[in-house]
């Protein structure tokens, strides 16, 4: 059984596929990465991106073609989680993406 969290908006939001209930910023202001997972698209900052070299856009691609479905096994969605919607809303707030 999965872990039913309840989510609150930090205003951390993950830059790849938007999911807007981190816990932690994705990087410090000093540019240190969290090491922490996104539960929408399973991307952990830090790793995948610097260690691996995966952009956020590569990522957010390999997301969108396998289903964007929820990464994480642990925690369940929000009741009202919508990757399209999330992935709309990333779209519209950078004016576009890398």
Do not use: T, V
Not at 12 to 25: D, K, Q, V
Not at 44 to 67: P, T
Request: glycine share 10%; with cysteine.
């Amino acid at each position: 059984m999965n872990q039913k969290k309840e989510y609150i908006d930090w205003g951390f939001h993950c830059p790849a596929c938007g999911f807007r209930f981190l816990n932690n910023p994705p990087y410090a202001e000093n540019g240190g990465a969290s090491y922490d997972n996104c539960p929408s698209c399973g991307i952990e900052f830090g790793y995948h991106d610097d260690a691996l070299g995966i952009s956020f856009a590569e990522w957010r691609e390999k997301w969108i073609k396998s289903g964007m479905r929820w990464s994480s096994k642990s925690l369940d969605p929000p009741d009202d989680w919508d990757a399209e919607a999330q992935l709309k809303d990333l779209i519209s707030e950078s004016n576009g993406l890398e």
